[in-house]
């Protein structure tokens, strides 16, 4: 039985090492790159009920019920936090925002 070869492009092998690290960074980036549109494609917006749940409640002035397990995606989570603190006065909004805005004493230098 021969041995088993690679038939590799001429413009491959000329390019010695370097085109072998390409190659493995290439499938790397394409590996990543499907995992990532998976992955968005499980969270999307378009597949939140809940969070269509809790804005066909807000449409409707009602108040939503709590929310059916655990909120797994960030629109729902984001919909549901937005709604636990409509009833905040400015001065807590203003102190929430100062909280994720302001530098930390460490940057202040």
Avoid at 22 to 51: C, E, H, Y
Wanted: proline fraction near 8%; include cysteine.
């Amino acid at each position: 039985m021969p041995p088993i070869s690679l038939h590799l492009p001429e413009w491959f092998v000329s390019g010695g090492a370097t085109m072998w690290v390409l190659a493995l960074l290439s499938v790397i980036a394409l590996a990543t790159l499907i995992s990532k549109i998976l992955q968005f494609a499980r969270i999307r917006p378009g597949n939140s009920r809940q969070a269509d749940q809790l804005l066909n409640a807000l449409r409707q002035g009602k108040q939503p019920g709590e929310p059916a397990g655990k909120l797994n995606s960030p629109i729902d989570r984001v919909l549901w936090q937005c709604w636990q603190n409509r009833n905040l006065d400015e001065a807590a909004w203003q102190e929430d925002c100062l909280l994720y805005t302001s530098p930390s004493p460490r940057d202040r230098g």
